[in-house]
């Protein structure tokens, strides 16, 4: 069974430009959510998406936002990059049944340089 | 909200021995699961360990096993028998019950363990 595929796994931009990094979960996850890694702040939630729907959002602005498909695969956009947007960024999915095991299986992550 | 705490940021063990990660947390919720992730330097965070918080068994998995202390809202993990492939970045996490509305984990800043010969 493939893993989360995240894409790309490197990417360098510049400040104002904006980026988009694609995830692709487990076969048969529903789930999928993205968390933003960085030495200050560590990690921290972006939002979750369930068949198609945002359903959880974490504090970041609006520059950041996401989508999911209908084959589950998710995208998640940052406009206006700014230097401090650097991080690695980790997209997970589960098969976020109601009293499951609540377990997220990560990704290796984007690693996205605003310079 | 729930906050997480580590205390360790870095850790050092000899390999064989034991060692011993540190986790606090707070939460107003009754039932919760918590979770030890190990992010390898690859990147790829996989998980260690979770414990349910209505059991009051400590959950072990081979070489690893938890101490829960639900009343102190402690979560410790420990490691026997260290293995060099145990160098990691270790992060304690918190997730409500899953209902089917989300299943966000709240991480803890995470302890870097060096397992030396």
């Known amino acids: 069974k493939a893993g989360v595929t995240q894409t790309p796994r490197y990417l360098i931009k510049t400040r104002g430009q904006q980026v988009t990094l694609s995830c692709s979960p487990i076969s048969g996850h529903r789930s999928v959510s993205w968390y933003q890694q960085t030495p200050g702040q560590g990690l921290q939630f972006l939002f979750e998406y369930f068949s198609e729907t945002q359903r959880n959002k974490g504090n970041f602005p609006g520059r950041f936002s996401g989508r999911q498909f209908s084959n589950s695969r998710s995208e998640m956009n940052v406009s206006t990059l700014e230097l401090g947007d650097s991080a690695l960024y980790l997209c997970a999915s589960s098969l976020a049944l109601t009293g499951g095991s609540g377990e997220l299986f990560f990704g290796e992550g984007s690693r996205l340089t605003v310079l | 909200a729930q906050t997480v705490t580590q205390s360790q940021p870095e850790m050092s063990v000899q390999e064989a021995e034991t060692v011993t990660l540190s986790c606090t947390y707070d939460?107003?919720?009754?039932?919760?699961?918590l979770f030890w992730y190990k992010q390898p330097p690859s990147r790829q965070m996989i998980l260690v360990i979770r414990q349910e918080a209505y059991k009051q068994q400590n959950a072990t998995e081979n070489r690893f096993s938890v101490n829960f202390q639900k009343a102190a809202k402690s979560f410790s993990l420990k490691i026997s028998d260290s293995q060099l492939g145990d160098t990691a970045m270790y992060f304690c996490a918190f997730m409500k019950h899953p209902t089917g509305t989300a299943s966000k984990l709240t991480f803890g800043t995470g302890t870097r363990l060096q397992v030396t010969l």
């Open positions: 939460t107003s919720e009754s039932n919760y699961y």
